[in-house]
């Protein structure tokens, strides 16, 4: 249909050549309003039907497992925050139970309140980018900046938390770098006051909005097969209609200490996997997230947020693997220790590196504009994906 | 307006070629008006629309240029005046150039029949409502044009989007255009709207039911025939890029922007001459010559402005709220819903003409129409209420001043 300007890259070449001579090879990304970051999907279109979508990382790849190797386990906490700069506060804490627990360093019961707090309320940050995005993919602008908006009390929250809004770096191993500062607890709670207001707002103006819906149902539908085989995790992985979530499935820090539902596709329109089943599944975990701080928040134990350990711990030598239900789901930091103050090999396992897999599956037979919808609503981010 | 050209051309009488000399510089003169009005309200617009946008937004939007921002249109201007031109090197350049002053020119021309009040037209073409459906047909070419001679395929995707979803869109607002030629009994659109009263009942949108539905029609295809909102997919930013505009800069952006933002005034205007009464004053016959004709003229433009102005900032509201279709969802919108309501209106709309001036059905007809206004009325109240009450709610969260 169109001629290939050959002055581009040679690279595209045999793609474009093995395909259709009808069809059209164009690259949406690294620099496009809707893939969020530097990812390019490489399409295959005839007219605006994908005949084959080819997903490319890799240009935020920085090389943060191999940092992990020739930096101290404590300094390389504010490297994991730069794995996810949206739910920072995961990585710190999947790290830091890795080497916790190669250590053997108890967390005092305190800090792992702080923790869940902290992780919720993140959260909450996550999920609140991730739904305004999916609005915004769709041309709706105002529900985008509203999620916003919320987003700045939380990240406010956040630097009374830990001092910083985006990278926070604030655990340590054995707990949190600092207590809540006096009247920090008032301020959560007239937060959750304010966003469970918001939450409903939210939903008249988008959620319930007809075209909206429209463009989500049935679009990207991932079966629960796939989805498992795929290795997809938190919300993406829920919404095909598998309950399982870590927090409650494998629980860790404190979580089981709490009440709160786990919220799975297919309870609203559409069928359960498809792009409308994530979106609500992230607008319901948001209510979750929002009760689970209230508890956390309420019944916050008295005592140490940090246990005496030595500054830069040496963990015998031996491998751990430990994982957290981070926003974007299943996030595992497979550590090997051979003694010394420094990893001897770290893999990172990431959900939205999962989810970039199922793009060439899903992609085929849909639309452009399906295309940015079902992205959106798989939530992927850049830097996760590459690390 | 024929007075002012009788002058001139008396004046001229005496001058070789006068008559023509006269004509001449009447167009020129009315071109110059109409094209400052239009370029003064695609500037204003914009600011008033980013500052409702941002308010909607819980943001500021411009404020910084002049008092509240006021100034931002023409800092903008300057700014898209000064920048360079950049064409690719791949780009078809004459196509490239001349598109933005096609779909600027398919604009501009929908003004020239357009009434601004009681007598103000530049025009009073008597094609009226099919004229401006033609020329704004100018805009399709442009875009095309602009999509294609781009050499960018997210262009090239944009431009054969608008090029369907244009044309698509004419025919249901085609459709719902003559059914109020039918009631009025011409294209005219002064014609259109003296055929209308000044009271809310007496408005072609309220003249029957299928005159309502074609009036939402007319509405929504509008819309789409200007690449608003939820009909944006041409310029869909979050899919295209940027569409048929990816790849231009400077003032021949500027141009593309100007049209669509004068373009909110045709679509309001229209939508306010065919169905809603147009410039006619509630319970005022208005004079044909004498003593108050020009407080009339004014009165009635002033009256026009309003309820033009009113649509302007609905078609902005619309524009903010609402994600946007995707392209199949929107021609099975025009074919399947639209063109079908659209011929009904027609057809019911005529038979309504049929309706004798006195007698029961008149009587009923009478009261349809009270009913119709009383609903269209009530809708709107209901919509207002409810912003109202959600910005109430905000309120209480957050506070913005809205003129800093």
Redesign the interface.
């Known amino acids: 249909m169109i001629q290939e300007n050959t002055s581009k890259t040679s690279v595209d070449q045999p793609a474009a050549q093995a395909s259709n001579e009808d069809s059209t090879l164009i690259h949406m990304g690294p620099q496009h309003p809707s893939t969020h970051g530097v990812i390019n999907l490489t399409l295959t279109l005839e007219g605006e039907i994908i005949v084959k979508a080819d997903p490319r990382v890799g240009y935020l790849h920085r090389g943060i497992e191999k940092l992990a190797e020739i930096t101290p386990y404590t300094g390389f906490i504010p490297f994991t925050d730069r794995i996810d700069y949206l739910a920072a506060m995961f990585c710190n804490q999947g790290w830091c139970m890795a080497v916790e627990r190669l250590a053997g360093i108890q967390v005092p019961r305190r800090a792992e309140y702080l923790r869940v707090i902290a992780c919720e309320l993140n959260r909450l940050i996550n999920h609140l980018i991730s739904c305004g995005t999916t609005a915004m993919d769709l041309g709706a602008f105002t529900p985008f900046l509203h999620a916003i908006r919320e987003r700045e009390k939380v990240n406010d929250l956040m630097e009374k938390i830990c001092g910083s809004r985006l990278n926070y770096t604030f655990m340590r191993f054995g707990g949190v770098c600092r207590d809540f500062a006096p009247g920090l607890d008032r301020d959560i709670l007239d937060f959750l006051d304010r966003f469970e207001k918001f939450l409903p707002e939210f939903n008249r103006l988008i959620s319930g909005n007809e075209i909206f819906i429209r463009r989500l149902v049935n679009v990207g539908v991932i079966p629960a097969g796939l989805a498992v085989s795929h290795g997809l995790g938190g919300p993406n992985l829920r919404a095909s209609g598998i309950d399982f979530d870590l927090r409650r499935n494998r629980p860790y820090s404190v979580y089981p200490e709490f009440q709160f539902r786990v919220p799975t596709g297919g309870s609203y329109r559409g069928e359960a996997g498809d792009s409308f089943a994530r979106y609500r599944v992230r607008i319901d975990e948001m209510v979750e997230s929002a009760r689970i701080v209230r508890q956390a928040v309420e019944g916050l134990p008295e005592g140490e947020f940090l246990a005496k350990v030595p500054r830069n711990p040496a963990p015998p030598a031996g491998e751990v693997y430990a994982r957290v239900e981070s926003a974007r789901g299943e996030l595992g930091y497979y550590l090997v220790s051979d003694g010394s103050d420094r990893a001897f090999r770290l893999k990172i396992r990431t959900s939205s590196f999962c989810a970039m897999t199922v793009i060439p599956v899903v992609a085929p037979g849909m639309m452009v504009a399906d295309l940015t919808a079902f992205f959106g609503s798989l939530d992927v981010v850049a830097p996760e994906v590459d690390r | 307006m024929k007075t002012g050209f009788d002058n001139l051309a008396a004046r001229l009488a005496n001058v070789p070629w006068g008559e023509t000399l006269a004509a001449a510089l009447w167009l020129l003169l009315v071109a110059v008006a109409v094209l400052a009005f239009m370029a003064t309200f695609a500037g204003v617009t914009t600011w008033v629309e980013r500052r409702i ?1 941002g308010r ?4 500021i939007g411009p404020n910084r240029v002049g008092p509240a921002g006021f100034l931002q249109w023409l800092a903008d201007g300057l700014k898209c005046f000064l920048k360079e031109d950049v064409i690719p090197d ?1 780009a078809d350049r004459p196509l490239f150039r001349m598109a933005p002053y096609l779909v600027f020119a398919g604009c501009f021309g929908a003004f020239a029949a357009l009434p601004f009040g009681y007598g103000l037209a530049a025009s009073g073409i008597d094609a009226g409502i099919f004229y401006v459906s033609a020329v704004t047909s100018l805009v399709v070419v442009g875009i095309l044009m602009a999509g294609w001679s781009s ?1 960018n ?2 262009s ?2 944009g431009g054969v ?1 608008g090029a369907a979803q244009i044309i698509s869109y004419e025919i249901p607002a085609g459709l719902a255009a003559l059914s109020v030629v039918a009631l009025a009994g011409t294209p005219n659109l002064q014609g259109i709207i003296q055929a209308q009263g000044g009271w809310p009942w007496q408005w072609f949108a309220f003249h029957n039911p299928f005159a309502s539905i074609a009036f939402f029609v007319f509405l929504a295809s509008l819309l789409a025939e200007g690449n608003r ?2 009909f ?2 041409p310029e ?6 940027a569409g048929y505009v990816t790849e231009y800069s400077g003032m021949r952006f500027l141009f593309f922007l100007f049209a669509e933002w004068a373009n909110i005034w045709v679509m309001a205007a229209l939508i306010v001459t065919l169905f809603l009464g147009g410039w006619q004053v509630p319970g005022a016959a208005l004079p044909d010559a004498g003593t108050g004709r020009t407080f009339w003229i004014l009165a009635s433009a002033a009256v026009f402005f309003m309820k033009t102005l009113t649509f302007a900032f609905l078609v902005v509201w619309v524009r ?10 929107l021609t099975d919108l025009c074919w399947k819903v639209f063109v079908p309501a659209g011929f009904v209106c027609l057809i019911g709309s005529s038979a309504c003409v049929l309706i004798p001036g006195q007698g029961a059905w008149h009587a009923v007809h009478r009261v349809v129409q009270w009913g119709l206004t009383a609903a269209g009325f009530g809708l709107a109240a209901g919509l207002l209420w409810r912003a109202r009450t ?1 910005i109430k ?2 309120n209480e ?2 506070y913005l001043k809205v003129w800093t």
């Open positions: 946008a909607m937004m819980s943001r791949a050499n395929k997210w090239l995707l989007r909102t939820p944006d997919l869909a930013e979050s899919e295209l890029v903010w709220t609402l994600p946007r279709l995707r392209v199949d969802q959600n709610n905000l969260r957050i």
